[in-house]
């Protein structure tokens, strides 16, 4: 077997092309029979034959037939083997409508994935996550570490096949370099810092039984550390995307998952990460994903410990870092990076309150509703209620988002602002008070307010440090500049019907 014979010889990879693998589109595909749904978070019944939600949000009407299948399915039948019920399941799920669960007997085998572990130094961390791993195909991608003896002999001694880089090439090239070596349809990277539970590729491969779904990760969350910095990043690691399943891609409410662990087709490419970036690779992935057609799923049923840095300088350094890609990500996805995006509305309505004239931005908020309402005419039944519950409902929500979004991408230049303006400083504390007020109340509040509030501060600080750096070292102001919309065109209305075929989208 190709992996025994790689396990005696402690191979040495050459130097691969740095560009990632270009992905082709998934195959025409329809969800296959077997599985259940529920309504994705966010997403509502308006009537029984309108939905609302999505990524991006719109508003979908489906025929009687289809409602009625919805009633079923959403009562917890399971998806039957008729074309016309799994193409309109499979038209839901891509529209970020629904999720899907399936049960045992779709799981297709942990004997078809590789893990591939990236590791530069950390023995004590490699060989706690490899007694995790017992029994699974395991490649170690050794990425220049200063004792590789030590790492090979720990690797080796649990069975696992060891390649190492002569010279250090970061963590996108050494998942690269594991992947080459992989021959099994999938392949799970974990980095060595990680700790699984037992079983935990199980409800992660199961979402492979549809074809078209390219990769599934689970929640992440901060170790059991003691100290401020662990119990912090316990409650509110960066990587930690909540408790609710969903559809992964930009835009949703789930806009990237970390590679932290990460379970991907091998079908893909055997290159999916780009090695030019440091920092960011796993966004770009997904999102390039996304951009080609396939699905990525986030299941947090399953929970993966991955520990705060050891240090508060090397804990500050992490978000710098994630910071630092923010540019580069937006010179390779465009706007899709922006670091604040959404309606013009419910933007200058938050920004008329923070600076002190609640009279305009309500204004604002009546401008968005009637826009709404006019728009709704003849697709619901109370357009103007309809339209004032989507209006206040969604400028609620948004609120702390945006807050969040605007001190972790321009905290630093508000910092100074705030100094030399004493008339700035209410409405930007304001500001930063919401944010890491909003943080902390979906924690499960391990740290007092203020201590969070503190941490919280610091954290998004260090990654604007980050971003301001990117933008300097590439010379693009993208990731500084918000997407403001006017006139959305993601909010669409559609239709799905009864055909012969089934149930389609017009």
């Known amino acids: ?58 508003l979908l009407r489906i025929s009687e037939a289809g409602a009625m299948l919805l009633d079923d399915l959403l009562e917890g039948a399971v998806l039957g083997e008729t074309t016309a019920a799994r193409t309109f399941a499979t038209t839901l799920l891509d529209a970020g409508m629904l999720n899907p669960s399936w049960p045992p007997e779709a799981h297709l085998g942990t004997d078809q994935v590789t893990v591939v572990i990236p590791v530069r130094d950390r023995p004590l961390e490699l060989k706690a996550l490899l007694g995790d791993l017992v029994g699974l195909h395991t490649i170690v991608v050794d990425d220049a570490s200063r004792d590789g003896d030590v790492l090979r002999s720990i690797a080796e001694a649990h069975g696992a096949i060891v390649v190492r880089h002569p010279i250090s090439r970061g963590p996108a090239a050494a998942r690269n370099s594991g992947m080459a070596l992989v021959t099994t349809p999938f392949v799970c990277f974990i980095d060595s810092d990680c700790r699984v539970p037992a ?24 170790a059991d550390d003691e100290g401020f910095l662990g119990r912090f990043e316990r409650s509110a690691s960066p990587l930690d995307l909540g408790h609710y399943p969903a559809l992964v891609r930009p835009g949703g409410a789930v806009s990237f998952v970390p590679s932290a662990t990460l379970l991907l087709r091998t079908s893909i490419g055997q290159r999916p990460f780009d090695e030019d970036l440091s920092a960011g690779e796993d966004v770009d992935l997904v999102w390039r994903l996304a951009a080609a057609g396939w699905a990525v799923r986030y299941e947090p049923a399953v929970v993966v410990e991955h520990p705060a840095r050891a240090t508060a300088r090397a804990w500050l350094g992490q978000r710098r870092q994630y910071g630092s890609s923010a540019a580069r990500l937006e010179a390779r996805h465009g706007d899709i990076a922006a670091p604040i995006s959404g309606s013009a509305w419910t933007i200058g309505a938050w920004a008329s309150v923070v600076l002190g004239q609640p009279l305009v931005g309500a204004s604002l908020l009546g401008v968005a509703w009637a826009i709404l309402a006019r728009r709704l005419r003849g697709v619901v039944s109370s357009p103007g209620r309809t339209a004032w519950s989507l209006a206040v409902e969604g400028s609620l929500r948004a609120g702390p988002t945006l807050a969040r979004q605007t001190v972790r991408t321009y905290g630093p230049v508000l910092l100074l602002a705030g100094v030399v303006s004493r008339r700035l400083r209410r409405p930007l504390a304001a500001i930063a008070v919401t944010s890491a007020v ?37 010379r693009r102001s993208g990731a500084l500049r918000p997407r403001i919309v006017v006139r959305s065109r993601s909010f669409s209305s559609g239709t799905l019907r009864s055909q012969r075929s089934g149930l389609s989208r017009t």
């Open 1 to 58: 077997m190709a992996t025994e014979r790689l396990a005696s010889e402690n191979a040495v990879t050459p130097p691969l092309p740095s560009g990632p693998t270009a992905i082709e589109p998934p195959p025409d595909r329809i969800v296959p029979a077997g599985c259940t749904v529920a309504l994705e978070r966010g997403v509502r019944r308006l009537e029984p034959t309108l939905l609302a939600g999505g990524a991006p949000f719109r």
């Open 199 to 222: 079983g935990f590729l199980n409800p992660l491969v199961a979402h492979f039984a549809d074809p078209g779904v390219a990769a599934v990760a689970p929640r992440i969350s901060g």
């Open 438 to 474: 909003s943080r902390w109340r979906a924690t499960d509040r391990r740290l007092n307010l203020v201590t969070f509030a503190a941490i919280s501060t610091l954290d998004d600080l260090a990654y604007g440090v980050g971003v301001l750096e990117g933008v300097a070292a590439t």
